[in-house]
Structures are given as C-alpha cells and as structure tokens.
C-alpha cells in the first residue's frame, strides 16, 4: 500500500513529510516544525504503516 499523499479528513498535503519525519526523534518537535497542529493530520502520519517493504519478501 503506498502512503497516502493527503489527510483523509481535511486535505492537508502530508505526501512529502513521511521521509522528513524519520530524521526526527522528539516527534513534538517534528509537528511544531511542520505546522502540523490538527489530530486528523498527526494520525496519518503516526497510524501509517509503510507495508510496501515487507511485500518485496514474498514477491517470486
Ligand atoms: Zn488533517
């Protein structure tokens, strides 16, 4: 599945932000730098599950 590029509640672009927020260990201060204030927005990118790299596993 891949990431999406959106909230899925207000529309906020998120897309580019999933690679940024590895570099980060205080995750507080990830949201402060991104102006990232709304749950909906913090959900996505917390919740998300990159599963693309487990499939390669068990691709023939
Ligand atoms: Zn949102």
């Known amino acids: 599945m891949l990431l999406p590029i959106r909230c899925f509640t207000c529309g906020k672009v998120l897309g ?3 690679e940024e ?3 980060y260990k205080d995750i507080n201060e990830f949201f402060e730098k991104h102006n990232i204030r709304r749950y909906c927005c913090k959900q996505v ?3 998300t599950v990159d599963v ?3 499939f390669i596993k068990f691709k023939p």
Do not use: S
């Open 52 to 54: 693309e790299e487990m």
């Open 21 to 23: 927020m590895k570099k």
């Open 45 to 47: 990118l917390l919740t």
């Open 16 to 18: 580019h932000l999933f």
